[in-house]
């Protein structure tokens, strides 16, 4: 059964450095997502990305996030400065179509620890 | 804007026993609603959901949850519970307006199973 995936499983980084989280979608999957879930609250949406650009973001997204498609495969999350809060387990998902009437998939998350 | 609360963090029950996971939404225009199951070291499973018509829908395991739109509730419910049901439940809405994609989640609910 297809599913996505997500590397490494857990990354731990100092406080201003750049990381990069890497998911691999379902492969006929046109729409990409990054959740995240701070240890204690909620599972939060950060991002939709279809066909090669933002569709949808929240507020925690602002620009020290960014979303790529590197090439047919990955769906990254870039973070170019982390803070101490943005220490959690990040989700990535992807659907088929947009919509809601479309399931979304879950990888397994990276759990994100910054120091 | 959506919130969903899930008012109970953890739920211990014994083993064929019945269980309600109970989870409550706002929202200023119609929704939809959905149940994920997320077992230890895994990635959010679609458990069930509920798009539109009859407002009681079933999942392939015996959970079942119903739409309550005058309570704006969507109650998890199994008659009898196994050991491998352990695991943590998020309720989850979308905008059924728009078709707006990200879900909005609930802080989660974990199922403990006892035999």
Known sequence: EPEVTQTPSHQVTQMGQEVILRCVPISNHLYFYWYRQILGQKVEFLVSFYNNEISEKSEIFDDQFSVERPDGSNFTLKIRSTKLEDSAMYFCASSELGGALNEQFFGPGTRLTVL | ?115
Do not use: M
């Open chain 2, 1 to 115: 804007a959506q919130s969903v609360t899930q008012l109970d963090s953890q739920v211990p029950v014994f083993e064929e026993a019945p269980v309600e996971l109970r989870c409550n939404y706002s929202s200023s225009v119609s929704v939809y609603l959905f149940w994920y199951v997320q077992y230890p070291n895994q990635g959010l499973q679609l458990l069930l959901k509920y798009l539109s018509g009859s407002t009681l829908v079933e999942s392939i395991n015996g959970f079942e949850a119903e739409f309550n739109k005058s309570q704006t509730s969507f109650h998890l419910r199994k008659p009898s519970v196994h050991i491998s049901d352990t695991a943590e439940y998020f309720c989850a809405v979308s905008d059924g307006d728009t078709g707006r994609r990200a879900l909005t989640f609930g802080s989660g609910t974990r199922l403990q199973v006892q035999p």
